[in-house]
């Protein structure tokens, strides 16, 4: 699992020119011309800015994949991504 202010602070670092943007029930993150909009909020009822929900870690791992960002940066990034 990751928090999401380690899956930002990756997206900052590993794709600094990304674009995040919030909707009623999950993330949008741009970058490079592809969108990924499944990058949940968290939990049911937490506060929306809670950056330390954890978010499991398939949709982080769906997310490098799907915007192709550097898997070996992000792993350096998010310790749960380097097993």
């Known amino acids: 699992m ?3 202010a380690e899956i930002f ?3 900052r670092v590993c794709a600094p020119d990304c674009v995040v943007v919030q909707k009623e029930h999950h993330y949008w993150v741009r970058y490079r011309g592809r969108t990924y ?10 506060s929306r800015e809670n950056l330390r929900a954890e978010i499991e870690n398939f949709h ?3 997310l490098v994949r799907f915007l192709r960002i ?11 991504l380097r097993a």
């Open 2 to 4: 990751a928090t999401l």
């Open 9 to 11: 602070e990756m997206l």
């Open 37 to 46: 909009k499944a990058l949940p909020l968290g939990r049911h009822g937490a």
């Open 60 to 62: 982080v791992r769906k």
């Open 70 to 80: 550097d898997k070996a940066c992000a792993a350096t990034q998010i310790a749960s």
